[in-house]
């Protein structure tokens, strides 16, 4: 009863604060929901458009007492609010007598000719470039960023459960969301406070923090991960909008014809500017739009302010909602800047209106702008100190006075709440099992103990194989970390382990220091580009089912030390000292090779030096401890190049050698037709070396899909020492599925590949070679493509595998099928 008062309570102020709510479902008269029905309250500017399921939910601080619904077609209705509150309204309009037999008029869509709205969006084509701060040399700003994760769809049935016994204070902080009208409970809050220098001409911005302040669960691994796409930037007047590896149409697009209706609603001074209001909303279902407004002026042709709601039938795995505001102001009669920036995501394991869900929120508010203030190049490629424990506990007074956006009352009591729930002995028992689940790790005290899902492996070698290991984790920022594994297998009864650790020196330069050892089992080969990484080890090495006969497997002995700097940003510099003693783990597989004096030597013993240079533009990055998270992932191009040289008769090494490789890995959002994920690599071994420390083209005997392997090839199929091979991989979203019907409702994505590579081997290599492979180098380019399904429960994916070319190579696979499980295909 104490927790329904006290949601009671909270209406009742929600009331007061909000003084008119109103949500509900448009029909026609025989029950079909209506999409994209005007809703507006009466003699105001403040409406909002039915989703494509004919819901919606309005509100306002002002007291109105009726709601207009109108849509081409039917007839304009106006209805009566009897209270302040209406939830859960039902409205059915008429058609227009003249519209009866007009499919056109019935569904909504616009003219694309003889239509205002359109003549004004052509003319927000012509001017786009004369807007913001791209239009100066240089440029300066305040920033002040707000970013929320609340619980959200809280109804009586979760406020009683017995999951909540003792944490019964929470609910306190409840309020309802002005966008959806769900109501909420925040978990997590954190304020930011930046000054921003950019120079167009360099093409360089810098960001540089003045104050950080934040309560909740900020080491919580599912959340950083949500964090991702709250950071995403983007710029309305751009063509495609990307968010969650996807690219939204935009309604300033100049595609944006074709894929939205445009509706000239109203005119009005905003702000002593005359601005032209227009509506907008898709003009087919399962596209990749968005639906809602703008004002836009009438002699400058800038936006003063957008919203854009995302599709409800957009497919996008496990986020129900995605809304942005955006506001702009007026510097001059032909400059608009943006002031404001609102970014709403609802996250949801069901899409259900009713199901519990996360919001992700971020409030993004821009002052004191300045321009033309020059600054030498070196000022934005200067490494700075990424933790200053100053302004991280920036006192209450710094923030008085830089916050432009007061914290209403459920954002000042967030900070108590938070703080309080986390020393409540229940919800820690809740928080970790979420955290292992999200993670892979289980936390004790200060050592996580994972990653729990490699716990079980298999192969030809060790047969069953049980692993356990883990890490030191103090918090996301430790200056030095410490990770450490066993591992047996049944079938060689022999004990495996290993152990790493690095330290961070200094966090301005990134210098760190590393070391590591491990005794293990491993399919090497598994990549073209080699690793230096002790503790990794690739999927192939334990997959517990596989193609044919996985036993060409090696015992190995790896030793590691080494340190890295990165002299400038996003550039890393990485000296690797190592020692690898190698030998078969099968008697049917052999690393043989012959000794200068004749005779045959089944191990390898062998120190290598290693130079590693990367370079990742565009990388974004949280924390400042030894081991950063990445908020980005996937959405920048990645360089390397590496150089080894290979000690002989030093440390015991059996050969000299020099080996250049580079990888090239690069992303694509290429309009609304997809993701393509493009990687190329090349490499050349200089002098003869057994197959140990050869490049074999990287096979894949498992079912599942691995990127960079070629699934139709065994291990050791193709061996080389000069290289180069292509991975394309595109992702169409479901662009093709989505508009069939019967697959439609079924979310799915469509998968294309295509892998190649080239390869020689030198006829000094293969005098070496005394092992049981026959080396073949893919002199004639081998091949192969794929097609697949993605999206599968919204958790899996298969592939479909065609071989290309070297049909004729024994027990060549022709065909083969493979999956993988993820959660976002």
């Not at 334990?542 to 340190?563: E, M, P, Q």
Request: hydrophobic share 35%; with cysteine.
């Amino acid at each position: 009863m104490k927790q329904l008062l006290s949601l009671s309570f909270l209406l009742i102020t929600s009331i007061v604060v909000a003084q008119t709510k109103v949500s509900g479902l448009v029909k026609d008269v025989s029950g079909e929901p209506l999409p994209f029905v005007n809703v507006i309250f009466k003699d105001s500017n403040e409406g909002t458009i039915s989703n494509e399921e004919g819901r919606f939910y309005i509100e306002s601080d002002s007291n109105y007492d009726a709601v207009v619904f109108s849509f081409i077609g039917f007839k304009t209705k106006e209805v009566a609010l009897e209270t302040k509150n209406n939830y859960k309204m039902e409205v059915a309009l008429e058609e227009e007598a003249s519209a009866l037999d007009e499919v056109v008029l019935i569904s909504g869509k616009q003219p694309k000719e003889n239509n205002p709205a359109i003549d004004i969006l052509r003319k927000i084509w012509e001017n786009r470039r004369e807007n913001g701060v791209k239009k100066f040399k240089q440029y300066s700003y305040d920033k002040y960023e707000k970013l929320e994760f609340d619980l959200n769809t809280i109804d009586s049935t979760l406020i009683k459960s017995r999951i909540f016994k003792g944490m019964e204070f929470i609910w306190d902080q409840i309020d309802t969301s002005n966008v959806t009208g769900n109501s909420y409970l925040p978990i997590f809050i954190n304020e930011a406070y930046s000054k921003v220098y950019g120079d167009n001409l360099l093409n360089e911005e810098k960001e540089v923090l003045k104050g950080n302040k934040n309560s909740g669960f900020e080491n919580n691994q599912t959340l950083i991960a949500f964090v991702k796409d709250l950071y995403k930037e983007y710029n309305v007047y751009d063509n495609y909008l990307k968010f969650f590896d996807k690219a939204f149409t935009s309604p300033l697009s100049r595609t944006g014809i074709d894929v939205y209706n445009y509706k000239l609603l109203d005119s009005a001074f905003r702000d002593n500017k005359w601005c032209y209001n227009i509506v907008y909303y898709p003009r087919r279902k399962n596209e990749l739009t968005f639906k809602g407004d703008f004002w836009v002026n009438d002699s400058t042709w800038a936006i003063k302010e957008i919203n854009l709601q995302a599709s409800k039938s957009a497919n996008i795995n496990w986020v129900r909602e995605i809304y942005i505001e955006q506001e702009f102001e007026v510097l001059n009669d032909s400059i608009f800047l943006i002031t404001r920036d609102h970014f709403l995501s609802d996250f949801s394991l069901r899409k259900k209106e009713e199901a519990q869900g996360v919001y992700g929120r971020r409030t993004t508010l821009y002052d004191n702008y300045e321009f033309d203030i020059k600054k030498d190049k070196s000022f934005y490629g200067e490494q700075t100190d990424p933790y200053n424990e100053e302004i991280y506990n920036r006192p209450d007074s710094f923030w008085d006075e830089n916050r432009m956006e007061t914290l209403n009352k459920d954002e000042k009591g967030v900070y108590k709440m938070l703080d309080t729930l986390k020393t409540v002995p229940r919800f820690k028992a809740l928080y970790n099992i979420g955290s292992t689940l999200a993670s892979g790790y289980y936390q004790v005290d200060n050592y996580d103990i994972g990653p729990v899902f490699s716990i079980f492996g298999f192969n030809e070698a060790e047969g069953l194989r049980i692993r356990l290991g883990g890490r030191t984790y103090f918090s996301q920022n430790d200056p030095w970390r410490i990770e450490t594994f066993g591992a047996y297998g049944f079938k060689d009864e022999r004990f495996k382990f290993g152990v790493s650790g690095k330290l961070l020196l200094d966090r301005k330069s990134r210098l760190t220091v590393f070391s590591g050892y491990r005794k293990d089992v491993e399919q090497t080969g598994a990549t073209l580009t080699t690793s230096n990484d002790v503790l990794g080890r690739s999927l192939a090495s334990s997959s517990l089912i596989s193609v044919g006969s996985n036993d060409r497997l090696t015992r190995i002995k790896l030793a590691t030390a080494g340190l890295s700097v990165e002299p400038a940003k996003n550039f890393m510099v990485r000296v690797t000292g190592s020692h690898r003693k190698l030998r078969s783990a099968t008697e049917t597989f052999s690393l043989d090779y012959f000794a200068e004096d004749g005779s045959v030597k089944s191990t390898i013993s062998q120190p290598e030096i290693e130079l590693g240079l990367f370079y990742t533009p565009k990388r974004k990055t949280s924390g400042y401890g030894v081991e950063r998270t990445i908020i980005n992932d996937g959405e920048y191009p990645s360089f390397y190049l590496g150089y080894t040289y290979g000690l002989k008769n030093i440390l015991d090494g059996d050969f000299e050698y020099k080996k250049l490789q580079a990888l090239y890995t690069q992303p694509w959002i290429i309009g609304g037709i997809g993701r393509l994920t493009s990687t190329i690599e090349a490499g050349k071994i200089f002098d003869p070396v057994p197959l140990g420390l050869l490049s074999p083209v990287p096979g894949n005997q498992t079912y599942f899909s691995l990127y960079n392997a070629f699934t139709n090839l065994d291990y050791y199929e193709f061996v080389t020492d000069t290289y180069t091979s292509l991975h394309l991989q595109h992702n169409f979203g479901g662009r093709i599925f989505g508009r069939i019907p019967g697959l439609r409702e079924l979310d799915l994505r469509e998968i294309i590949g295509f892998r190649a590579v080239y390869g020689e081997i030198s006829d000094d290599n293969r005098a070496l070679n005394a092992s049981n492979i026959v080396y073949r180098a893919p002199e004639d380019i081998y091949w192969e493509w794929s097609v697949g399904v993605g999206n599968i429960f919204r958790i899996f994916r298969i592939d479909f595998n065609f071989r290309g070319n070297y049909l004729g190579n024994p027990d060549a696979r022709s065909f083969g099928v493979t999956g993988i499980f993820g959660f976002s295909f």
